[in-house]
Nanobody, 114 residues
Framework: VQLQASGGGLVQAGGSLRLSCAAS????????MGWYRQNPGAQRELVAT???????KGADSVNGRFTISREQAKNTVDLTINGLKPEDTGIYYC?????????WGRGTQVTVSS
């Protein structure tokens, strides 16, 4: 199973960013897909997820600024963050959960300049 992320890069504060992730090599549909963020020396933290019922969960730091969407049949998940802040900087990892298994993509760097 591979999770391939795209998007990311250098963005100015106040701008928007769209991250996309597509899974391959699966014979199942993920129960939950979403995004996590990690900075050097820090733990990987939740940004936003969506389960198979369409229920979303978002970190307090992005609430009101994010949109997450999935195509369950294709095992894809997209994340848009508006009103970017320097503290949104980090490596963003795509995540998929199926039953007791957790899968991670390689990560894509997002840098928000002030």
């Amino acid at each position: 199973v591979q999770l391939q992320a795209s998007g990311g890069g250098l963005v100015q504060a106040g701008g928007s960013l769209r991250l996309s992730c597509a899974a391959s090599g699966t014979t199942f549909r993920f129960d939950i897909m979403g995004w996590y963020r990690q900075n050097p020396g820090a733990q990987r933290e939740l940004v936003a997820t969506m389960d198979s019922f369409g229920i979303t969960k978002g970190a307090d730091s992005v609430n009101g600024r994010f949109t997450i969407s999935r195509e369950q049949a294709k095992n894809t998940v997209d994340l848009t963050i508006n009103g970017l802040k320097p503290e949104d900087t980090g490596i963003y990892y795509c995540n998929g959960i199926y039953q007791s298994g957790t899968y991670w993509g390689r990560g894509t760097q997002v840098t928000v300049s002030s």
